[in-house]
T-cell receptor, first 117, second 112 residues
Framework: AQKITQTQPGMFVQEKEAVTLDCTYDTSDPSYGLFWYKQPSSGEMIFLIYQGSYDQQNATEGRYSLNFQKARKSANLVISASQLGDSAMYFCAMREGVGGGGNKLTFGTGTQLKVEL | EPEVTQTPSHQVTQMGQEVILRCVPISNHLYFYWYRQILGQKVEFLVSFYNNEISEKSEIFDDQFSVERPDGSNFTLKIRSTKLEDSAMYFC??????????FGPGTRLLVL
């Protein structure tokens, strides 16, 4: 079974609109972390946002927020006020086990986001 | 802002040749990783490294691969005898006391 599932291979959004990128995960470990990374066409991986399994509140970082629904095992990324520069591939990733460093990340297949004028 | 750096940005090699990919993690980080991404596919974990030894490796990381921290700043990935299927983007990442893994810009390896 896939540990991270991203069901949207491609998404389009109008500039200045909000967009939600879906991510569901599968783990039996009570301690885990969820991450979102952005990969522009240049190829680098840019960290966007992190949510720990025990965090009570949804994570936010500027225009990025994470809609964490633990019972549904989903961790959707919401980008508000989309900009042309948001056009990129977005990856959801999970760390299983107690955090603090050293645990590998398991990635989803990504969602290609295109922001249009 | 400190960042992970990788060299070279691109490498072309012949099948069967050895390659060494270099990384300079963020200076106060303790955990180091290599991932790879075959073109158009998802990012895959290769190996993690802590306290001068491998802490975890994936099935991909076979005897052809090795990692080393030769000094206090560099972290290298060596592929002893490259195969066509080793062509990919290779990312180095590092983690400090917080668990977020910060990635380098990657090395695009093409094996001919």
């Amino acid at each position: 079974a896939q540990k991270i599932t991203q069901t949207q291979p491609g998404m389009f959004v109008q500039e200045k609109e909000a967009v939600t990128l879906d991510c569901t995960y599968d783990t039996s470990d009570p301690s885990y972390g969820l991450f979102w990374y952005k990969q522009p066409s240049s190829g680098e991986m840019i960290f966007l946002i992190y949510q720990g399994s025990y965090d009570q509140q949804n994570a936010t970082e500027g225009r990025y927020s994470l809609n964490f629904q633990k019972a549904r095992k989903s961790a959707n990324l919401v980008i508000s006020a989309s900009q042309l520069g948001d056009s990129a591939m977005y990856f959801c990733a999970m760390r299983e086990g107690v955090g603090g460093g050293g645990n590998k990340l398991t990635f989803g297949t990504g969602t290609q986001l295109k922001v249009e004028l | 802002e400190p960042e992970v750096t990788q060299t070279p940005s691109h490498q072309v090699t012949q099948m069967g040749q050895e390659v060494i990919l270099r990384c300079v993690p963020i200076s106060n980080h303790l955990y180091f990783y290599w991932y790879r991404q075959i073109l158009g596919q998802k990012v895959e974990f290769l190996v993690s490294f802590y306290n001068n030894e491998i802490s975890e490796k994936s099935e991909i990381f076979d005897d052809q691969f090795s990692v080393e921290r030769p000094d206090g700043s560099n972290f290298t990935l060596k592929i002893r005898s490259t195969k066509l299927e080793d062509s990919a983007m290779y990312f180095c990442a590092s983690t400090g006391s917080r668990e977020t893994q910060y990635f380098g810009p990657g090395t695009r390896l093409l094996v001919l």
